[in-house]
């Protein structure tokens, strides 16, 4: 059982920078793959990015939209996980969601493959 508590959304303006963070529990937090998902008002939940376990090389994936300008990264020693979102834009306003699994791939970008949720938070990026 893994329990995630995201931190660190707000009110951004655009252009501007927020870091999230994702703190973990449980011992076994190098083994799971982790990730950022996002749901906007009236929107189905998007992911965002997933970084492999770090003895699978700490691999990374994007959507499209955040290449460049969002950067995920893990700290096995602090169970933490942080997303790095710089340049942000209107339209990355949404409910930011820290996500784990034990099995899945980083390459994997379906809601539903992921087990565990944290309850999200808030980042408004105003125009």
């Known amino acids: 059982q893994v329990q995630l508590v995201e931190s660190g959304g707000g009110l951004v303006q655009a252009g501007g920078s927020l870091r999230l963070s994702c703190a973990a529990s449980g011992r076994t937090f190098s083994t799971y793959t982790m990730g950022w998902f996002r749901q906007a008002p009236g929107k189905e939940r998007e992911f965002v990015a997933a970084?492999?376990?770090?003895?699978?090389?700490?691999?990374?994936n994007y959507v499209d939209s955040a290449k460049g300008r969002f950067t995920i990264s893990r700290d096995d020693a602090k169970n933490t996980v942080h997303i790095e979102m710089n340049s942000l834009k209107p339209e990355d306003t949404a409910v930011y969601y820290c996500v784990a699994d034990y099995s899945i791939s980083y390459r994997r970008t379906d809601a539903h493959e992921y087990t565990y949720w944290g309850q999200g938070t808030q980042v408004t990026v105003s125009s």
């Open positions: 970084i492999s376990r770090s003895r699978s090389g700490g691999c990374t």
